[in-house]
């Protein structure tokens, strides 16, 4: 008995070329159960001519399965599954009819009840994306990247591949930040100062657990990346919100018990002000009278198309206590995961031996992957062709926002690749996203951004990494009518 090629569909715009979805698709039968030992096969011509593909699509399929050994060839007979085949477990499920475990008695510590700014799996269908921190397909080489996955693989590279390396990180990477990245932000750095991360929100984690304590306090920007006030929260700090201004934080507002200050000077989250010089020198001078540590998220420094980026605060620091942290999520793609993070040789240390105990050091491929990238000049070309296409679309969500009357709360002097926008102090930004969401348009209410008590909702971000010029004012037209009809 032969398995019926009505078992067998492909999704034309699936995931992976149409041969490996077959081969997926006869694997995950087998795995499953539905597919038994010995069964044949339909005949690669027959398979063909019911999925309506090339005949060589079914045979290379099956050829990559009988090397794989899940399928074995009988002469002429065809193609049958192979006795060697993994087989199913043969057990039966145990039913819960009914849970009695009292889940809140039962969490020491509950981390579900934070901000989360939804993303939309489809953003991609949306007719008008503002969308911030993901990557537009047109402005990535992912061809380039692909080769050097692909060298990365290769035997040369094979300890770096499949190495568990313990605490240590890839010093091709490493030896790139140091003398390529750093340097673009008047950082000078020993590879024992540098630690890679993953992203920056994992480098915000680490400095937390080590700097902090129930008895210590923190100083957060007011608004802030919300993430980063969540995992504070979850420290169990003492935490202070600082307001900003237009430029950033203002250090005479720290409070005089405050044992680590948390900024974003270059870009600031969310508003996107820059702080000035003179103003950095006087935190860095107001952490030293407080003996205060300072952890520095750089995030977006190579979207600084209108100018040249003022130095990083690390780069000002004489005392060594500046935690400069890093992320190529915004330039590479935020599915890469992949940050550092700058300290002075005893943090790091510190800082490696807590990342060791939590996951050992981010996957070797895809350090050695991120390192050929950038030390080809493929990263560099990268950042060239996003700068040229954001700034275009900067001077025209600019014109378009002009146009229609809205309101802008802070635009980054230097690019970057969002806008932060008031709406009236009656409109509730996040009902008007809902709303928006059903006309195709996607916004990023403000609430989350802000703590303690009375947020502010009606701000909002644009983000324009993502969505096309001839896209941009139309969508804004759309937002503004929105907001009138509020």
Known sequence: MGISV????????????LQAQLQQLIAEGILSGRFHVGEKLPSSRKLAAHLGVSRITVTLAYTELLANDYLTAKGRSGYYVSENAPVPPTYTPVRRDTEVVDWDRTFARRYSDGDVLAKPKNWREYRYPFIYGQVDRKLFDHANWRLCAVRALGHKDFDSLTGDHVDQDDPLLIEFIARHTLPRRGIVARPEEILITLGAQNALWLASRILLNKNRRAAIENPCYYALRDLLNHSECKLSYLQVDRDGLLPETIPDDTDVIFTTPSHQCPTTATMPV???????????????????????????FLGAPSPALRSM???GRVIYVGSFSKSLFPGLRLGYMVGSEPFIREARALRSLVLRHPPGHIQRTAAYFLSLGHYDAQIRRMAKT???????????????????????MLGGS????????????????RDLQRQSVHIEPGEPFFSGENRLKNYYRLGYSSISSERIAPGIQQ????????
Do not use: C
């Open 418 to 433: 969002s806008i932060w926008m008031q709406a009236p102090p009656r409109v509730d930004t996040a009902k008007l996203a």
């Open 479 to 486: 937002i503004a009518e929105a907001i009138r009809r509020s």
């Open 6 to 17: 009505d078992t067998f569909f492909l999704e034309r715009n699936g995931q992976g070329t």
């Open 278 to 304: 003179d103003r950095r020198h006087a935190l860095l001078s107001r952490a030293r009278g407080l003996d205060a540590m300072i952890v520095e998220d750089d995030y977006e420094f190579e979207m600084s």
């Open 317 to 319: 620091d004489r005392d």
């Open 390 to 412: 954001l700034q275009r679309r900067r001077e025209t969500i600019e014109e378009a926002i002009g146009q229609y009357g809205l309101t802008v709360a802070g635009r980054g």
